[in-house]
């Protein structure tokens, strides 16, 4: 469904309203490209195309919403959307008032187009398996148009759309050795690619070698950007909304309260501005360009979505209580002198099953497993076997803290859920003083 259909079918649903309805009509769509790759070939291939509309009715102080899956022919759509609200206006009579009832008064209109028209999916999966002959690459890519439109009885007007790329993907050695990447973003960049799989097949050569056993203990360490990102994900979990802080939830409890920080080159942004989710909410509001959560090592501003916002009188700045768009700054250490800088101990490529082991703490573990080597002088000498840590975020973005690269990578979500995620993160790797490892 593009704009102007979108907003004509909104504007005849509009005319049905009685009294003093208010009407939201929030539009998820998507047209992607899938295909699932296992042994470097092409097992599964697939296209989706998908549209729904919510309708969200207002009356007073209640409210009631539905969704419903659309055809793309009007008609037939104006039909089923008439019958949603139909059945949403005889619920409303039955239920009771919404406290934190919030939506934007102020009418507010955009438009947005994220991306140009990307390589076919065919040609560049092509590319890859080409590129990569003679590995076992194992993966899943995923590409297209994702659209999101909102329009509303009060006036409100958005329309946001981006195109972009993912390929998530591991090259395999053999029985639990493997080393992983991914590549994503809004323009397909083929050197970017090889790149990838220059980097893997160094990977995979070393993985060859003998395994290094550690002993726990703590162990000087740099954490590349997919490895940061496990990090971020647990801040992300109760670390940044306002109802986490306001009934003292967060593991930034001790932050808030002044008792600890991160490490001052410590900056952490929601960039709305920059990521692939839409400028706006279900509810009507406009998000800020940004929002600065952790502001050199302290903390910043909150995420506060509609409910919240009304619950405890702020202002709305997100769709969400968690990042959409998360950015770490990025520091002074050039990519290509990590290996120098770090001397002796751990290439963190990656962190997995990553949990709270004490929250009040900021403290997470988690394992090291695929792309972790240990370095001597500088040089990658061998894998390093499967390692469990266990470490204060106090810790790892604060007095322990080295340096963080000059360079920054945008890792687009993998996740499929409802649609394709357009979550996004841009980070830098971090060198740390020492990681503990505790079996």
């Not at 793309?72 to 039909?79: I, N």
Request: contains cysteine; glycine residues 10%.
């Amino acid at each position: 469904m593009n704009q102007d259909a979108f907003f004509a079918l909104t504007e005849r649903l509009q005319t049905g309203l009685t009294g003093a309805e208010i009407l939201f009509c929030h539009l998820d769509g998507e047209a992607s490209d899938f295909a699932r790759i296992n042994r470097n070939r092409i097992r599964q291939a697939g296209h989706v195309r998908s549209v729904s509309m919510e309708l969200t009715l207002i009356a007073g102080t209640r409210q009631v919403a539905g969704r419903c899956t659309l055809s793309g022919d009007a008609r037939p759509d104006l039909a089923r959307l008439r019958w949603l609200l139909a059945r949403l206006r005889e619920r409303l009579a039955d239920v009771p008032d919404d406290p934190y009832l919030n939506y934007a008064t102020e009418i507010s209109a955009s438009q947005r187009q994220i991306g140009e028209q990307a390589l076919p999916a065919e040609v560049a999966v092509d590319e890859l398996i080409t590129a990569a002959n003679g590995l076992d690459l194992v993966g899943i890519w995923a590409s297209g148009e994702i659209t999101e439109g909102l329009a509303s009885s009060l006036g409100h007007s958005h329309w946001h759309q981006s195109l972009s790329f993912n390929l998530d993907w591991s090259g395999y050695l053999e029985a639990d050795k493997a080393v992983k990447a991914r590549l994503g973003g809004f323009y397909w960049d083929a050197d970017a690619l090889h790149h990838a799989l220059n980097a893997m097949r160094e990977g995979l050569r070393i993985m060859a070698r003998p395994a290094r056993t550690l002993e726990p203990g703590r162990y000087r360490a740099y954490l590349a950007p997919a490895a940061v990102n496990e990090l971020t994900d647990m801040l992300a979990w109760g670390g940044f909304d306002l109802r986490s802080h306001r009934t003292q939830q967060t593991p930034l409890l001790l932050m808030t309260q002044g008792e600890r920080s991160f490490d001052p080159r410590i900056t952490i942004r929601e960039e709305h501005v920059r990521g692939l989710a839409a400028g706006f909410t279900a509810e009507g509001f406009v998000k800020p360009d940004a929002v600065t959560l952790i502001e050199q090592g302290r903390f910043g501003q909150c995420l506060v979505d509609a409910r919240s916002g009304k619950e405890y009188g702020q202002m709305v700045n997100a769709a969400g209580d968690a990042p959409e768009a998360l950015a770490l700054d990025a520091g002074e250490l050039p990519r290509a002198k990590v290996l120098a800088q770090l001397g002796t101990g751990l290439y963190i490529g990656n962190l997995w099953y990553c949990n709270w082991s004490d929250p009040n703490d900021c403290r997470v573990t988690g394992m090291t497993r695929f792309g972790t080597y240990w370095v001597e002088g500088g040089e990658i000498v061998s894998p390093v076997k499967v390692m469990r840590f266990d470490d204060s975020l106090y810790h790892l973005l604060g007095d322990r803290l080295e340096g963080l690269t000059s360079e920054r990578e945008l890792i687009l979500s993998a996740q499929t859920y409802d649609g394709r995620s357009t979550d996004s993160v841009l980070l830098p790797g971090l060198l740390v003083s020492a990681i503990n490892l505790v079996l």
